[in-house]
């Protein structure tokens, strides 16, 4: 069974820093393209970071770029995301992604979400 979950959510000041984790479960995580999305209420989910399809690269979304970095860990199946510097702007549930092949076909799944709230 496929699973993704994540932790390390939670109440920060503005400028203070949290550093999320996703365990991932039940694929193959080393070949696994990962990411990292979130979505603040009342719009749309959106891209913060995630690993290029060859694995060596990353992008990130140019709201946070400089401030936060992910990260993985094939052995532990594991991916991070540190944040630094966090602003106001960047509350919103936190949601790890997974695309990875399931026979044939790409799969994608999500994680349950993790809140982040920056907030004096």
């Known amino acids: 069974q496929v699973q993704l979950v994540e932790s390390g959510g939670g109440l920060v000041q503005p400028g203070g820093s949290l550093r999320l984790s996703c365990v991932a479960s039940g694929f193959t995580f080393s070949s696994a393209a990962m990411s990292w999305y979130r979505q603040a209420p009342g719009k749309e989910r959106e891209l913060v970071a995630g690993?290029?399809?060859?694995?060596?690269?990353?992008d990130y979304a140019d709201s946070v770029k400089g401030r936060f970095t992910i990260s993985r860990d094939n052995v532990k199946y594991t991916v991070y995301l540190q944040m630094n510097s966090l602003k106001p702007e960047d509350t919103a549930v936190y949601y790890c992604r997974a695309e990875y092949w399931g026979g044939s076909e790409i799969s994608r799944s999500w994680g349950q979400g993790t809140q982040v709230t920056v907030s004096s």
């Open positions: 690993f290029t399809s060859g694995h060596g690269d990353t």
